[in-house]
Structure formats: structure tokens, C-alpha cells
């Protein structure tokens, strides 16, 4: 974020206008804004390869812990189904996603992935899935249970200041900014 605000910035005052002006977000931000920028620097192929290998590598983590954690709550919840085969699930929910993927390459994949981007992948969505999933721990589960879960797992009880977070403070600035963004 440093980095690409920082560019931003140079950018602006290159070309005299706000930084609003120079370019919006979504895939142009990362692809066009950023490259450009780079072209003014110091052996600008060698920051450009490292920049296009970190959005790679960054985007290989983001898969392979999305994954993970998909096929893992997946697989415990249907033990005696899934357990036995669960390299061929594996392999169906890798099929199944790069079939969802591939049309973001097709020739109306750009409107495909602003779809994703705007509805499934940003802000108000994200924000709204993080309240009710605090809501839904602290709340319905109870914060001093997963209080005690947690001591469990790990060894030791959290802060309470945790628990008021989950309980009180994430929920609290979650809506506040849910109702003053509508």
C-alpha cells in the first residue's frame, strides 16, 4: 500500500493534478498505474519483474490458503463421505474453480471479475460478512466460550480485551461504518 500511494503521489505531481485524478481502483490501479510509475525508475525491468512476481506469488498464497481452508472445513464436516476420497475432491473443487476462473479470461472477462471485485471480494461485502460472523462468535457462541475454546487450543487464556473486541468493539465500528457509508 506504501508503495503503490507512494508512486501515486510522484504521479500526481508529475502530471499536476490530485491524486484522485491519476487513476481509480480495480485491475487498472495494479496493471496500469503502477507499471507506468516503474518506467521511471532505476533499472525499471528489474522492478518491474519483482512487482509482477509478488502479485503472482501474492495471489498463489491468497489461492492456496482460500483452498485449504475451504476444502478442510468441507472434509470435516463429512467424514465418512469425503475422508476416503479426498483427492478426488480436492481435484473437483480445483476443476470447479478454474472453470469459475476462466471466465474471467474470456472476452468479457474484465465485466466478470468487476462483477467478483464489486459484490464478492470488497468492502461493504467483507464488512458486512465480518459483522455477522463476530456477531455470530460472540454472540451466538458465546465470547467466554471461545474464550475457554481458545485456552484449549492454544494453551492459555486470550486478553479480555480480545473478548470486548469480539463482543463489543468490532460488531460496534462495523455498523457504525455499514450505516454512515449508506
Known sequence: GI??????GFMANEQGVDVKDVAA???????????????????????????FFM??????DSQFCTMEGFITAVVDEFPRILRPHKALFIAFVCITSYIIGFSCISRGG???FQLFEEYAASGMSLLFLMFFECVA????????????ALRDMIGYYPSYFFVACWAVFTPAICAGIFLFKL
Open 3 to 8: 508503495v503503490i500511494f507512494s508512486f501515486l
Open 110 to 112: 474484465i465485466y466478470v
Open 55 to 60: 502479485l503472482i506469488f501474492l495471489g498463489l
Open 137 to 148: 462468535v460472540s454472540w451466538g457462541f458465546g465470547a467466554r466460550r471461545f474464550r475457554e
Open 25 to 51: 481502483g480495480g485491475p487498472g490501479l495494479a496493471f496500469l498505474t503502477y507499471p507506468s510509475a516503474v518506467l521511471q525508475m532505476p533499472v525499471s525491468p528489474l522492478w518491474s519483474c519483482l512487482f
